[in-house]
């Protein structure tokens, strides 16, 4: 497997470990039932693909992508800030959407720069963008 190969799947488990993560904290501040059960659905998706791409590494004998606790910092203290005064329905739709997209445009630029990888790797990239999609596109009924 290619260096490349590995730096997209390492930003893989990046990016679904964040949404995990995300998902994990702003789901005590949702109040709307449908809206809880998508995001435990998508926190769901975003585990099973975090372990594969992980497996992927470890297959290859590769270091897995270790996230830091200032970064886990900066996540909590962004949703919390951003949840303080407002916990609508409406607010916590626009902040996973903002989420998935952030994600999306990491991701479009893990390809980007890794030209030279492998097929599955880039197939594997574009099922998480491709759910990353279906996910803004789902919420977008609750804005």
């Given at each position: 497997?290619q260096?490349?190969?590995?730096?997209?799947y390492?930003?893989?488990?990046?990016?679904?470990e964040m949404?995990?993560?995300?998902i994990?904290?702003?789901s005590d501040k949702v109040?709307?039932?449908?809206?809880?059960?998508?995001?435990t659905?998508?926190g769901?998706?975003y585990?099973?693909l975090?372990?594969?791409?992980?497996?992927?590494?470890?297959?290859?004998?590769?270091?897995?992508?270790r996230?830091?606790y200032i970064?886990?910092i900066?996540?909590a203290?962004?949703?919390?800030?951003s949840?303080?005064?407002n916990?609508s329905?409406?607010h916590?739709?626009?902040?996973?959407?903002?989420?998935s997209?952030?994600?999306?445009?990491?991701?479009?630029k893990?390809?980007n720069?890794?030209?030279?990888?492998?097929?599955e790797?880039?197939?594997?990239?574009?099922?998480?963008?491709?759910?990353?999609?279906?996910?803004?596109?789902?919420?977008?009924?609750?804005?």
């Open positions: 497997m260096k490349q190969d590995l730096a997209i390492r930003n893989i488990q990046k990016n679904a949404g995990m993560k995300a994990n904290i702003i109040h709307d039932v449908e809206l809880a059960r998508q995001l659905k998508q769901l998706k585990s099973e975090r372990n594969r791409a992980v497996d992927k590494l470890l297959e290859e004998k590769a270091d897995p992508y996230g830091t970064q886990d900066l996540l203290t962004g949703i919390h800030s949840t303080f005064l916990t329905t409406s916590i739709a626009e902040l996973v959407i903002q989420g997209n952030r994600g999306l445009t990491d991701m479009w893990s390809v720069q890794n030209k030279m990888a492998g097929r790797a880039v197939e594997f990239a574009k099922e998480l963008m491709d759910f990353e999609e279906k996910n803004v596109e789902s919420l977008k009924s609750y804005l």
